[in-house]
T-cell receptor
Framework: EAGVAQSPRYKIIEKRQSVAFWCNPI?????LYWYQQILGQGPKLLIQ????????DSQLPKDRFSAERLKGVDSTLKIQPAKLEDSAVYLC?????????????FGPGTRLTVT | QQQVKQSPQSLIVQKGGISIINCAYE??????FPWYQQFPGKGPALLIA?????SEKKEGRFTISFNKSAKQFSLHIMDSQPGDSATYFC???????????FGTGTRLTIIP
């Protein structure tokens, strides 16, 4: 079974530029998550989708971050404009169902450096 | 209220020894406590998890000990091996809410 795919793996941009990350979850997984992992910290949930709909985006900085999940499969996370403090690894995860007890499978992440 | 505190930040253990990582939580409503293992360049992967209705769960060399009254739980790795060298995260969540609150992580290094 193929895992969660993410691209690009690495991205370096200057502050105020925009950037987009792509995630392809495991086939059949209804729930998709985007996490931000700052160096030395645990992952922090940014947004959770159940199929096409947003379940939780309470920690998404909506003035600069946006995310969409078209057709309930792939998802993109965008930052516009980027700030220095956005430097982090952005992890995508998926699970079969959003209910507790269903394991979240993480992708390898996209390491973003904002200079 | 939603924090999960994890210690130590880093840990060095000799091969064959016992590695112990501790976590403490504040929200008494948390009732699912997973541990994740992360290798460099990889995403976290679920290692083992526990519900508060039991005080201990063991899977192979990995054991979670849970103390509900103290609001603490810990991961024990028996007979630690170099392949166990990774960063370990504890996490907690509310029943019916799959939003995970992660600890800050422990970088474990197993030396020969």
């Amino acid at each position: 079974e193929a895992g969660v795919a993410q691209s690009p793996r690495y991205k370096i941009i200057e502050k105020r530029q925009s950037v987009a990350f792509w995630c392809n979850p495991i086939s059949g997984h209804a729930t998709l998550y985007w996490y931000q992992q700052i160096l030395g910290q645990g992952p922090k949930l940014l947004i959770q989708f159940q199929n096409n709909g947003v379940v939780d985006d309470s920690q998404l900085p909506k003035d600069r971050f946006s995310a969409e999940r078209l057709k309930g499969v792939d998802s993109t996370l965008k930052i516009q404009p980027a700030k220095l403090e956005d430097s982090a690894v952005y992890l995508c995860a998926s699970s079969l169902d959003g209910g507790q007890g269903y394991e979240q499978y993480f992708g390898p992440g996209t390491r973003l450096t904002v200079t | 209220q939603q924090q999960v505190k994890q210690s130590p930040q880093s840990l060095i253990v000799q091969k064959g020894g016992i590695s112990i990582i501790n976590c403490a939580y504040e929200n008494t409503a948390f009732d699912y406590f997973p541990w994740y293992q992360q290798f460099p360049g990889k995403g976290p992967a679920l290692l083992i998890a526990i519900r508060p209705d039991v005080s201990e769960k063991k899977e192979g060399r990995f054991t979670i000990s849970f103390n509900k009254s103290a609001k603490q739980f810990s991961l024990h790795i028996m007979d630690s091996q170099p392949g166990d060298s990774a960063t370990y995260f504890c996490a907690a969540t509310l029943f019916g809410n799959e939003k995970l609150t992660f600890g800050t992580g422990t970088r474990l290094t197993i030396i020969p």
